[in-house]
């Protein structure tokens, strides 16, 4: 039986309460020494997924909240494809976890505090987005360096039978 079932849909909850979710998840992560963003992955079968920013207890710098909850989701569903799922947020997504949610297929993004307090508190990802811009490529120069088996990996997969689409 699934949450649905179980709580009916009139008590089913709501985006309110998924931040809220989200955001005790946050603050309880400070207290363990962890980053204060949490996250919160609600697949289609009502199933809920929680991540919590654990770059500096895991030292990796992609352990952010959101991109933890993808990953307990699709570990939990054993599927990459997280169609249809939404995800909540104590914080707006910065561009990573703009990414990964793009990469899961999540059907829609809710975000309690933006960019703007997380700035105000020391977290502050401008430079991001004016890298993806384009209005600061030096902060990162990327180069492409074709080499004579450039393609090779592409010409594999094309060819692999067993290869599962993505």
Known sequence: MNQEDQLGT???????????????LATRNVADGGGPFGAVVVTPDGSVHEGVNRVTRD?????????????????????????????????EPC??????????RIGRVYFAADRHGAAAA???????YEYFSGSRPEL???????????????QTWRAFEGRKEY
């Open 59 to 91: 030292n990796d710098p992609t352990a952010h909240a959101e991109v933890v909850a993808i990953r307990a989701a699709a570990a939990a569903t054993a599927n990459f494809d997280l169609g249809g799922s939404v995800l909540y947020a104590s914080c």
């Open 140 to 154: 990162m120069p990327v180069t492409r360096d074709d080499i004579p088996t450039s393609g090779i990996p592409f």
């Open 122 to 128: 020391g977290f502050d990802d401008a430079l991001f």
């Open 10 to 24: 009139a008590q089913q909850p709501g985006t309110a309460e998924y931040l809220e979710r989200a955001v005790a």
């Open 95 to 104: 561009p990573l976890c703009l990414a990964s949610a793009l990469w899961a």
